[in-house]
């Protein structure tokens, strides 16, 4: 069974800065795609950036030029570095790999989320 471990969240003035971690573990023979997704109270959960097996990036509008997603492939890792915060930032954080393949079943690629991580972002 393949489980994501989000750590990194807290509390943080407006301005400052927050590193967002998440490690996939299980029988993980690879994994296609690897982000962040948020979801703020009463709104639907929303994409913060991603990050493919080669490297190639995608970021919400909102968050290009402060956040910056990267990737340890060799530990099933995903890291988001957010800075220039925002009380809009404040959210639950996600972590979201896409396309996993395990050990045994190499043709086989399902989805998996994390439990969430807390940002809050005070003015």
């Known amino acids: 069974q393949v489980q994501l471990a989000e750590s990194g969240g807290g509390l943080v003035q407006a301005g400052g800065s927050l590193r967002l971690s998440c490690a996939a573990s299980?029988?993980?023979?690879?994994?296609?795609?690897m982000g962040w997704y948020r979801q703020a109270p009463g709104k639907q959960r929303q994409l913060v950036a991603v990050?493919?097996?080669?490297?190639?990036?995608n970021y919400a509008d909102s968050v290009k030029g402060r956040f910056t997603i990267s990737r340890d492939n060799a530990k099933n890792t995903v890291y988001l570095q957010m800075s220039g915060l925002k009380p809009d930032d404040t959210a639950a954080y996600y972590c979201?790999?896409?396309?996993?393949?395990?050990?045994?079943?190499?043709?086989?690629?399902?989805?998996?989320w994390g439990q969430g991580t807390q940002v809050t972002v005070s003015s």
């Open positions: 299980g029988s993980i023979f690879s994994i296609n795609t």
């Open positions: 990050i493919t097996s080669g490297g190639s990036t």
């Open positions: 979201n790999a896409e396309g996993v393949r395990v050990r045994g079943t190499p043709f086989e690629s399902s989805d998996y």
